[in-house]
């Protein structure tokens, strides 16, 4: 750990379980600040999950469902959770596009990972692209309900715009296909 990272390196003293989910889980921890000081930090924990930015015949792979928090339908690119273990992320890329678009690839390029909101969720997302699509079937869970769409770069910044595309996974899939148009580059 570096000396900065010790500066303001938070001490867990006491952890509190509140609420145990089969997608999250909610704890209360209690820390040592670095002045000495206690503070208590609400902290989701959640598995990581998996989103991909796939482009077919020059138009973006996405989704449109219902989000319950938002209580609204949202359209984003396919994505999904890592089963609960050591699943490997590139594995439930490649399972996430084809349940939900019908496509599968064997040719999916990392372009990041990061945390979705490290201010209170320890979520990694890990985000995929491809251009090398092959027509599969569809294979949606139980409980999801959803539809595919191939949208243009212009429709996908209409989206935005209207917020109908609003999720920071998908709003930056389009700048990273936008950067990839112009320069030929993901990052």
């Given at each position: 750990?570096?000396?900065?990272?010790?500066?303001?390196?938070?001490?867990?003293?006491?952890?509190?379980?509140?609420?145990?989910?089969?997608?999250?889980?909610?704890?209360?921890?209690?820390?040592?600040?670095?002045?000495?000081?206690?503070?208590?930090?609400?902290?989701?924990?959640?598995?990581?999950?998996?989103?991909?930015?796939?482009?077919?015949?020059?138009?973006?792979?996405?989704?449109?469902?219902?989000?319950?928090?938002?209580?609204?339908?949202?359209?984003?690119?396919?994505?999904?959770?890592?089963?609960?273990?050591?699943?490997?992320?590139?594995?439930?890329?490649?399972?996430?596009?084809?349940?939900?678009?019908?496509?599968?690839?064997?040719?999916?390029?990392?372009?990041?990972?990061?945390?979705?909101?490290?201010?209170?969720?320890?979520e990694i997302m890990h985000m995929y692209y491809t251009d090398q699509l092959v027509k599969s079937e569809m294979n949606l869970d139980e409980d999801e309900f959803l539809v595919c769409e191939e949208i243009t770069l212009e429709q996908a910044h209409a989206y935005?715009?209207?917020?109908?595309?609003?999720?920071?996974?998908?709003?930056?899939?389009?700048?990273?296909?936008?950067?990839?148009?112009?320069?030929?580059?993901?990052?």
């Amino acid at each position: 750990m570096s000396e900065m990272n010790r500066m303001f390196e938070e001490k867990t003293i006491s952890t509190q379980p509140i609420y145990q989910g089969k997608v999250i889980s909610l704890q209360v921890d209690t820390v040592k600040l670095p002045d000495g000081g206690e503070a208590t930090r609400e902290v989701v924990r959640h598995p990581g999950g998996v989103s991909v930015l796939a482009i077919k015949d020059g138009k973006m792979l996405v989704v449109e469902q219902y989000r319950k928090p938002l209580d609204k339908s949202q359209v984003e690119i396919p994505a999904g959770k890592l089963d609960k273990g050591a699943e490997d992320p590139m594995d439930a890329a490649k399972r996430e596009l084809e349940e939900e678009t019908g496509y599968k690839s064997d040719h999916l390029t990392h372009i990041c990972s990061y945390y979705t909101s490290p201010g209170f969720a320890d979520e990694i997302m890990h985000m995929y692209y491809t251009d090398q699509l092959v027509k599969s079937e569809m294979n949606l869970d139980e409980d999801e309900f959803l539809v595919c769409e191939e949208i243009t770069l212009e429709q996908a910044h209409a989206y935005i715009r209207e917020g109908r595309i609003s999720d920071a996974k998908t709003i930056m899939a389009v700048y990273t296909w936008q950067l990839y148009e112009a320069t030929g580059r993901l990052i």
